[in-house]
């Protein structure tokens, strides 16, 4: 199981690298959201053990239950990808309007 | 005793205090306040002086960053007193100058901006107590100074004579502090009154590294060769700056160090022939230089440089014998140096010019200033009754034992001789120049230079009773100075040095014309350095093409070799057994491969909505994997953030001009076959190299035995809920919340900031920075259309048909079945909220998820009625002030329990009877918090993005 969290979290991670580095601006985006996703992923992967039953209360005597820490550190993780996602989203509005182009590669006043 | 702390820092305060204060007073008024001002404090630092009789120093210790061994503490003793008396005197005269010279109250104004914190960042360099308090101070004069030089920013030469000092002087400055810090490890403490009494320095294995660290620092302050030429270079300064820099402050600051020193660093063989050495050859550059020069001012530098190695050879002489010269020497040197420099600024005003060449017999039109001339001048030149004469005398004795250090100095006396009387003759006697026409100076220009030349005159004369206590306090030895002892060796040797100082100055015509060999000056290597520097910037600069994508593939393919070198290689006890349970990981594997697929579909897929809906699947189905794992709290709010994340993704899309839109898609492939293989690779690395990492870590992961196990046992009996997930986020990690939900908030505020014109006047700090540096002018004035532009109340702005905007592909949303749904659905999706706001803690679900079910409802209307309609609808909603009200809320309610003495966040049961199975506890205030502050932002976030106007280009 290992194996497969590995390989799908490091594919992911090759998409969102791609996809970060598209001239266009909302597929640039839409990487980052990818690399977040992937990170998410891994988090609830690397928890201490799996479980047959939500982490209640209820069931904690009668059966082995998921890892609650990592899900509630996945909880505070989402909240802050979609914060930056917005950000994201943000910016890309202002540029597209104050600059004309959703093009990275027209935006090059970073010259040296 | 604080006392001392509040002299060190007054000018600075009462320069901050200027623009409140010249409000009301004419620059004269002012100016003799200030000057009032410093000569208070002179006389009160005079009354600490029975006090360091007794007991021999002043310290006083208060703790500021204990970790890092930062005191405040003050220390003062002999030698500071020293310092600061100087500091203060000249710098009141400084000051009374500076009103009269200075036509315009503007400039006067800015001049005292700088020199009043110069003088308190000086003061705080002599007086600290603490060897870092000590450095900050240095840095500041460094800092300071450079805004002195640079008075005149027009002028050019100005510009490069500050950037010259400051790099020489921030260079050095770099090299002390690290040699400090060594030196007060290896002391065992900061605080230089135990360091300049631990006597073991010597024989710390980093004596040589401190020590020469440290030398580097105070030569490169003291203008010692071969860093001597910044100071000259730096005369462009206004002649009162130039006259303080070069006789109280800034160069004196390394010399102050090197004495403070001497006692523990000193008698060895780096410090006794590195400072000699050094000196020696500074003594000479100067010296010969200060002949050469025609410009008064440039001469008088060049001069000053020749002094401070004369104080360094003094500083260098084992045992401490040269100390007691040179404390004489520090004083002397102080007093006529600032006088010539005044007298200098007065001729400049006067006739126009500092050229020694167009300047003669200014006697008879500025009487007065030819008798500071000459008062100050003989001080220079060592002639009795003056203070430098017993300098001089002090200087020979100390040296008798040391034969070609006085072979040097008697040369470099020689010099001196001639050059003071170059400067009296050639300026104020002789024949007036023809071509002279003279402007008269104000009368009260010469009130601070007689003063210092009268000071030169009355401390040779006083020599008793001013000078001698003072020497003791600083030596702490029976000290015997005298105006003439006797026709003793060093008088015999001060003859000579007069003889050979006649000689030169008669002669002065003849070896003026002769050549020297052209050395490259040290302004000439430092500029080659700097061009060399600059050429190697210009170089790097062509890789930085502006494109940003090439910036970060640089990045992350240096990432991919970290990874590949550094990385991987610890990498360890990755395992590649497969364990595979069907009942399970078919339907995960499944999930996987769909979330795959669906992201690689987002790169394939050339339209943007098309790549957005297939990313929001990608993210359903990894809130699939949560649900099976069996993770329902997270994979809600998966689902929920996967929802609004998509929803804001469209209607931003929409917000972009179809054009730019289309041009940016058509991008897509266009790119070069090269540039595609590039980012392939460099994807292919990353994934691959995050790929083993995970592997390692999941192979590695931490054993059940975790605080997981402690939380699920726990978590009923101490939260009151049977979600255990709840439990952790709400109460076991609930600082983690706050500051995620303040996280999130400001994120919200942060789209909302970018999408808005940012006001033109910034009122804080540059406000205040305008109003001390008198640039008010240069700024401009907001004007009404600087008002923020989003999100104003816009109502008439679109037409019906259009409510997202002429071209917006969003129109289409807008149908009577949608908007019927959509009212529907907003009081719904608020009742839902309310459920998981009271029955959060049975179950999945919990404030977050609530704000965000109700912020889709907001977002669905304003994509079905548009901006115009959702804006009228929800302004009512006060989304700003609900992020405030829920933050506030969140932090009222953790703090609460301290009221009652418990901890912060403690968890609060209040036994409250409520129907319908309601439980309230501080937890449900806390996810009430959450749930305004998330509304709040995604209201905010909607209405900025959605917002249709279009924002001027910049």
Known sequence: ?112 | MFGIGIISLAPAITALLRPAVRKFISKEIYGWMLATLVSILFVWLLTFIPTINEVGHVAVSMPWVPQLGLTLSIYLDGLSLLFSLMILGIGAMIVLYSIYYFDDAKSLDRFYTLLLPFMSAMLIVVLAGNVLTLFIGWELTSVISFLLVSFNGENEAARKGALQALIITGGGGLALMVGLVLLGTAAGSMEINQIITNTSLRDNPWYIGFTTLILIGCFTKSAQFPFHFWLPGAMSAPTPASAYLHSATMVKAGIYLLFRLSPVLGDTPLWENGLLIIGLITVLIGAAFALRQYDLKGALAYATISQLGVLVVLISLPHGEGLKAAAVGILAHGLYKAALFLTVGAVDHSAGTRDMKKLGGLARQMPGWAVVAVLAGLSMAGIPPLLGFVAKEGLIESLLTTPIALAVVVVSAAFTVAFGFIFIWDVFGGKASHSQHLHATPQGLLIGPAALAGMSLLTGIGLPVLITPLIHMITHEEVHLALFSGFNTPFLFSLIAVAGGVGIFVTRTTWRQWALPSLPTGTQIYQGVVQRVESVGDLLLKTQGGKLRYYLAVILSSVIVLQATAGLAHLTGYSLTFEFHPSIDILRSILLLLCLGMMLASILFKSHLLAGLSLGVAGYSVGGIFLIEPAPDVALVQFMVETIGTVLLIVMLARIRSVERQQAMDSLWIQSKAGLIRDILIATGIGVGVGLFVLAALTNRPQPKSIATWHLEHAEELVGVPDVVGAIVTDFRGMDTIIEITVFSVAALGVLTILSKPPASARWPVGIANAITGFQKTFRKPSDEDEYAVPAPYVDYLPEKHPHGEDSFLTSFSTPLTRVVTRIILPLAFLVALAHLFYGGEGPGDGFTAGVVSGLGVALWYIVFGYNDAHKQFARLGARRLIGIGVALVIANAAFPMLLGHPFLAHLNFDIPLPANIHLSSTFVYETGIFLTVLGSITTVMEAIAYPKEVEPL
């Open chain 1, 1 to 112: 199981m290992n194996i497969l969290f590995a390989i799908a979290t490091g594919i992911m991670f090759a998409f969102g690298t791609f996809q970060l580095l598209r001239s266009d601006m909302v597929k640039s985006a839409m990487g980052f959201y990818i690399l977040f996703t992937a990170v998410n992923l891994f988090f609830f992967a690397v928890g201490a053990f799996n479980g047959q039953a939500p982490a209640y209360a209820q069931n904690v005597d009668k059966v082995t239950t998921s890892d609650p820490l990592v899900q509630a550190l996945i909880l505070t993780a989402i909240v802050i990808s979609f914060g930056t996602y917005a950000i994201l989203l943000g910016l890309i509005s202002a540029s597209a309007r104050r600059y004309k182009t959703a093009d990275l590669d027209n935006l090059d006043q970073l010259k040296g």
